[in-house]
């Protein structure tokens, strides 16, 4: 496939006007399926979270989940929408290789929850209103692995295997309206508004929220609209396409950048734009396409007949109304001005995904500071470098019972890194680890002594300058007893000893 032509990204804004829209799609962590008394976990071996329903076998009936209502109401809720007096489930008519039945249950016509928005916050603190159209309640499809081939994609593959394990799988895709205004931060707003959701359904512990995993997925929709001049009216929308199921925040804006320098490109060109769903491509940073997107008629919805309409009571608004939690912008000012970090400190934090990690160690019992230092220090770099998450490396309880460790001096922070290092191993507890590997600090300071007379004996000419009052000489000596107890030493303690112990040779 031919590399696609791309504009500088400052020429197609100024050409061309960004209208974006959103659709999240957020699995929901019930223990049971939407329809279903099937168990909903992640990980399982393959085809085995199945039900007579899962597998749309003839003569089986969908019920309702009711913990899948009350969690797509409090999202409903946290988004600023209106709850539905009364909502209906749909047929929505697809070819669905992954769903036995071969239609999706979804909500069409008559959502849970309808007309909301959310605030969002960009990094300099900017707020942008993002308008919701709706959160509609559905089933999650199963999972095709394509084998054979070189792209993990259907063509050239050889066959096709399918799990159905995710079919059924309670969903709530929220649907903004159209958004106008983002200009040249339309990639910014893209992966902030993702990170605002992800937050919001984290505080509300109705999902996983692990992108990497499809709890969290994302389609992008980008289109483009020519300059007109002051005055005249604003040009006729531009065709839009949907970058599907985009698995990262940091994918979510380079996406809408993508899409932003390639449609420029093609109109600019005099080309045309298609109306398509399109792939993202992690390793290329691109977008390929995928099939002509669809409209509303072309899916045949229909009333599903098996089951009742939604229609929640008062009583339980009102009790889900008053659980909801703190609103994701007014939590971020909030622990900021709490922890007392700079702006660019909780830059780091925010956009490192770390807020709910260093405030649950700072429930623990660590400070603000040290937190902070260990997530987005020790903690990124090794989940950087192993390809995983951070949050899953270790948990916030385990980093302050580090943290305590070496505020007590039994680790320091070369001990401690390792420490973490066990534990994200798999070698047990802190102290667990601290036990098996010997690596708590030696406090002896009969054995720290030992180490610097001989460190001093070796070494006349540091002694002598030490005696002279030049007593940067003594980091040679400090290094030497370092080294000698395998950084198992307080660095300060022995700096302290190394320079009782040159007077006293002197003396």
Known sequence: MAKAKLMDYDKAIELFEPVLGFEVHVELNT??????????????????????????????LPVVNEQAIRHSISLGLALGCQIAESSRFARKNYFYPDLGKNYQISQYDEPIAFDGSVEVELTDGARVTVPIERAHMEEDAGKLTHVGGSTGRIQGAEYSLVDYNRAGVPLVEIVTKIIYGAEHRAPELAKAYVQTIRDIVLALGISDAKMERGNLRCDANVSLRPRTADGEPPAPLGTRTETKNVNSMRSVERAVRYEIQRQAAILADGGSITQETRHWHEDTGTTSPGRPKSDADDYRYFPE???????????????????????????????KT????????????????????????????????????????????????????????????????????????????????????????????????????????????????????????????VLAKIRDGKVQAAGAVIGAVMKAMRGQADAARVRELVLERASAHGA
């Open 31 to 60: 223990k049971t399926k939407m329809f279903s008394s099937a168990p909903n976990n992640f990980g399982a071996e393959p085809n085995t979270n199945l039900s007579p329903v899962c597998l749309g076998l003839p003569g089986s």
């Open 305 to 335: 007949p098996d089951l009742l309409p939604v229609v929640p009571s008062a009583e339980l608004i009102a009790e889900l109304r008053a659980a909801l939690p703190e609103a994701p912008a007014d939590r971020r000012r909030r622990l």
């Open 338 to 461: 709490d922890w007392g970090f700079t702006d660019l400190e909780f830059q780091d934090v925010a956009n490192g995904g770390l807020l709910a990690e260093i405030e649950a160690t700072v429930a623990a019992g660590a400070t603000p500071a040290a937190a902070r230092k260990w997530w987005t220090g020790e903690l990124t770099r090794i989940a950087n470098a192993e390809g995983r998450e951070v949050a899953d490396l270790v948990s916030p309880a385990d980093v302050a019972a580090v943290q305590k460790l070496v505020e007590d001096g039994t680790l320091n922070d070369k001990l401690a890194r390792q420490v973490l290092g066990g534990v994200i191993a798999g070698e047990g507890t802190p102290q667990q680890v601290i036990d098996a590997r010997g690596l708590a600090v030696v406090s002896d300071d009969g054995a720290l002594i030992a180490a610097i007379d001989e460190a001093l004996a070796s070494q006349p000419d």
